[in-house]
């Protein structure tokens, strides 16, 4: 938010269950072998590319909690890095990404104080922050190994991919930021750049306009749009959380709003923004998913549910059409082969929503 989203394979194979607490192992033996034969078969007897990328799929991986955007007093937030963090670690979080405007905050002494292997991370970013006449132009940058200046550019879609390539110079990975923050960002200029897979479908503070309106679409209809033009885009929910000293305001951007579950191999930087830049995570604002499975031939989901929680969930294609919704905790979707894209929304009654990312399936698929 003002001063107040790599290269991408796309497996075909996915299995995604979550075991934040235990290792993973415990749930995929037995299971996973038969998932993958299963799925081989099936894929087999459609006559779909019956290639299971396996890598994906690690007996030792894990699901972390973390928030990708958040601020400090090294920008416009009005609390210490040391603070930010502690609210975070004490809040169920597994990482944090800070993520200060053209500032690149250090991590080492933090993560010296309150990180701890395995169980907590503080990981190095920066929003890299500009504009374009009014048009506030926002990607932060995850993993980055040095500041990273924001270009100088005539066009929205020139400074987006001059920040998402500068992004990469400095081996971090971009995500473009709350598009219809100042109504900067259009679903055209934001499907015209490259190298870049991730974009925030939600943001958690109070002025970002997520929903759209005005004539202007809501970022799931962007989304849908870009997925549907044939480009792979995932997903992301963040707090950009500026304010930690007063909760009670909702004009404030308070965090513990929006997030993503991680599948990683190690609660390393490397290993959680290249879990993100292979889509192998779900976003959400309140809702927990107990599985997230994606094979060649369907896509599963199940939730963790909350007590007095009613859910809907729904499975999204081309054109953001519903091709399925399904009242209860649990769901899959067999593949119809024509689907271009598949993507799973869980919506609780209260409100909070997850979305799973999207898996494509035949001709025109995203890439
Ligand atoms: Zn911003
Ligand atoms: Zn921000």
Redesign the pocket.
Known sequence: ?APSAGPQSSPRFRSWLRSRRRPLAVLLVGCLGGALAAARAAADARGLDESIDSTQVSATSRWFKGNL?T?TLNSDGDSTPDEVVRWYREHGYDFLVL?D?NFLTGVDGLNAVQGAPGKFLVVKGE?VTSAVGRKPI?VNGFGVDRLVDPPQAGTVVEMLQGMVDAIRGARGVPSI?HPNFGWAISAEELAAVQRTKLFEVYNG?PLVNNLGGGGVPGLEEVWDRILSGGRMLYGVAVD?A?HFKRPWDRTASTPGHGWVFVQAPALEPRALVEALERGAFYSSTGVELAVVEATSVAVRVEVTPATASKYRIQFIGRGGRVLREVAGSSASYEFAGDEGYVRAKVLESNGAVAWTQPVPVGPGAPR
């Open positions: 938010m955007h601020h993520t405007h929003e926002h930021n503070h950009d500026h």
